[in-house]
C-alpha cells in the first residue's frame, strides 16, 4: 500500500494544490494522500489567511485524506528546519511510503547532488560559502552561489539559478533530510504547474494561481472576487465564505500591528536579543523603528538590510509574537517533531488512522488536553502551538474575537 506525503501550507488550499495532490496520487500510484500542513503561522513569517482547521477542511474537501499539523516549532522557521521538522514527522509516521514535492526543477536528478553536497559539506564548499557570504549577501544566495561554484569546480555547471529558485530550495532541503535520517521514503518531484511561487496576479482565463496572487486579490478588493473563484475548488470557496461571513478571516501581516508593536515597545534589547536569528545588534534596530513604525510592511521595509532580507525579518518578527528564543529552538532542534496531531480525515483517512495509530514512532493526537497535563517534550510543543492558536485569534478581522484555548476545544474536521 502506498501512502504518498505532502509537506504544505494551504494558504488557501487553490487549484494548484488540487492539481498536486492528483498529480501526487497518481505518480506515486498511491492509495492514501496524507498532507502535512503548517498552522496559524507559516514559513516565511506570515500569520495563515484563515485558521487551520478551515483550510485542513478545504485539503480534505480537495482529495487530501489525512491532514496533520506542523506544530509552529518547525512552521515559521527557514527552509532547512521547515523542510526537517515535516519530513521527519512524515518519516515517525511509519505509514508513508512516498514524498512529493512540486519543484521548478521537476525531478529529483537536478536537486540530488546539491542535497547531497548539503549532507556533506567538504571543507572546499564550506570555504566557498563562507567567502560569498563575506561579501554581504543573504545565506540563501551565499549558498546557492557556492553551489554553482562548487559544481562548476567540479566541471559539473549546473543552471546558475536552480539552486535559488523557492521551490527547488525547499526541494533539497527535503532531500536532504531524507538522507540524513536514512529514510526508505522516496522522493518524487513534479514541475510547478503554470503559476511561479511569487507571481502577484491572477491573469485573465487562468485556472490555476499562486497563493500569493490569491492573497493579493483578497487584501486588494477586500473580500472575495470573481478572479479568486475562478482558481480555487468550489468546496474552498465555500469555506471561506463562512470564515469571512463569521469574522474571522482573513487574516493579513498588518492585523499584527498593534500587538507587536506592543511586545516589540515593552521589551528591552536584552530581551530581543534572546530570540531567534536576533543577532549582530538586530535588537536595537527593531526597537528604535518600532518606536514610529505605522505599519508591519513598513517596519519591515526599514529593518532590512542586504544580509537580513525582507523574509528573514519578518520571520524574526513573528519570534517576537510567539517569544521564540534560541532556547526554545534549541530544544525543539534537539528533540524533532514530538507527535502527530490530526486537523483533518476524509473517509478513507479514517481507515488509514488506524494503521497510523499502530505503526507511528510518536503520539498520535486527535484531543490536544490529556497530552497537554504532562511535563516533557510532548507537552512543551503542543503548549507553543496552543500559544500561537491564542495569539492567532487576536488577529481577526471581525468585531468578535474568538474565545482563547481553541485548540483545546475544536475537534479534526471528519468527511462523512
Avoid at 557570504?133 to 559544481?151: D, H, N, Q
Avoid at 532531500?175 to 521514503?185: A, T
Wanted: with cysteine; glycine share 8%.
Amino acid at each position: 500500500m502506498n501512502v504518498v506525503g505532502l509537506v504544505t501550507e494551504h494558504n488557501p488550499f487553490h487549484n494548484g494544490h488540487l492539481y498536486h495532490v492528483e498529480k501526487a496520487r497518481e505518480s506515486c500510484d498511491a492509495e492514501y494522500v496524507v498532507s502535512v500542513m503548517s498552522g496559524h503561522f507559516l514559513q516565511r513569517g506570515e500569520p495563515a489567511l484563515f485558521n487551520k482547521w478551515a483550510r485542513a477542511k478545504m485539503a480534505v474537501l480537495g482529495g487530501v485524506d489525512i491532514v496533520v499539523e506542523l506544530p509552529a516549532a518547525f512552521s515559521v522557521r527557514s527552509a532547512e528546519a521547515f523542510a526537517r521538522g515535516a519530513v521527519s514527522l512524515l518519516n515517525s509516521s511509519g505509514i508513508v511510503t512516498h514524498i512529493c514535492f512540486g519543484s521548478e526543477a521537476g525531478n529529483v536528478g537536478d536537486l540530488l547532488p546539491a542535497a547531497k553536497l548539503l549532507t556533506e559539506e567538504p571543507g572546499e564548499f564550506r570555504d566557498l560559502l563562507g567567502r560569498h557570504l563575506a561579501e554581504g549577501v543573504s545565506f540563501p544566495s551565499a549558498r546557492a552561489k557556492a553551489i554553482c561554484s562548487y559544481f562548476t569546480g567540479q566541471r559539473e555547471a549546473p543552471v546558475s539559478d536552480i539552486y535559488a529558485r523557492p521551490n527547488n530550495i525547499l526541494g533539497i532541503e527535503y532531500l536532504k533530510s531524507l538522507l540524513l535520517l536514512k529514510s526508505e521514503i522516496k522522493p518524487v518531484a513534479i514541475k510547478r504547474h503554470t503559476a511561479g511561487y511569487h507571481d502577484r496576479d491572477i491573469g485573465l482565463d487562468m485556472d490555476i494561481a499562486s497563493a500569493t496572487s490569491i492573497r493579493e486579490e483578497l487584501l486588494a478588493q477586500g473580500g472575495l472576487t470573481g478572479k479568486v473563484s475562478s482558481v480555487v475548488p468550489s468546496a474552498s470557496l465555500d469555506v471561506m465564505r463562512e470564515e469571512i461571513s463569521a469574522g474571522y478571516g482573513p487574516v493579513f501581516l498588518n492585523n499584527c500591528l498593534k500587538i507587536l508593536l506592543y511586545k516589540i515597545r515593552t521589551s528591552s534589547p536584552g530581551q530581543l536579543a534572546d530570540l531567534y536569528d536576533v543577532t549582530e545588534g538586530l535588537e536595537n534596530r527593531i526597537s528604535e523603528i518600532a518606536q514610529w513604525a505605522q505599519s508591519v510592511t513598513g517596519l519591515i521595509s526599514e529593518i532590512k538590510t542586504k544580509r537580513y532580507t525582507w523574509t528573514r525579518v519578518q520571520r524574526i518578527l513573528t519570534y517576537v509574537l510567539l517569544d521564540y528564543t534560541k532556547e526554545r529552538a534549541r530544544f525543539f532542534d534537539e528533540t524533532g517533531p514530538a507527535y502527530i496531531r490530526i486537523l483533518g480525515l476524509s473517509k478513507g483517512g479514517r481507515n488509514l488512522l488506524k494503521k497510523l495509530k499502530k505503526k507511528a514512532e510518536i503520539p498520535v493526537i486527535i484531543r490536544t488536553t490529556p497530552f497537554l497535563r504532562g511535563k516533557d517534550e510532548v507537552s512543551d510543543m503542543l503548549w507553543f502551538d496552543v500559544r500561537a492558536t491564542d495569539i492567532y485569534t487576536l488577529l481577526s478581522p471581525g468585531s468578535r474575537i474568538p474565545r482563547q484555548g481553541l485548540d483545546h476545544k475544536i475537534m479534526p474536521f471528519f468527511r462523512f
